[in-house]
């Protein structure tokens, strides 16, 4: 949630997540923290979701990951 990420859409990421989390049902299982600036502001908007960090998030691109990440692919 650092300012240049901030601006750079991360309100509406956040959001995406947290409505994400409620409507899969995950809330008490996942942790969603806010963290201060990663010092790569020009790749921003970014997200760290276990360890990696995820460049240029984009609304659009959450779903996928989330699923991904998460294991609720259908596969
Ligand atoms: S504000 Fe996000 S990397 Fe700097």
């Known amino acids: 949630m650092g300012s240049s990420c901030f601006s750079r859409g991360n309100k509406k990421t956040v959001g995406f997540i947290q409505n994400y989390l409620k409507e899969k049902g995950l809330t008490d299982e996942v942790s969603l923290k806010g963290a201060h600036c990663m010092g790569e502001c020009d790749k921003g908007p970014l997200m760290e979701i276990d360890g ?16 991904n990440k998460l294991g609720l692919t259908s596969e």
């Open 52 to 67: 990696q960090l995820i460049h240029y998030t984009t609304e659009t691109m959450l779903q996928e990951i989330l699923d």
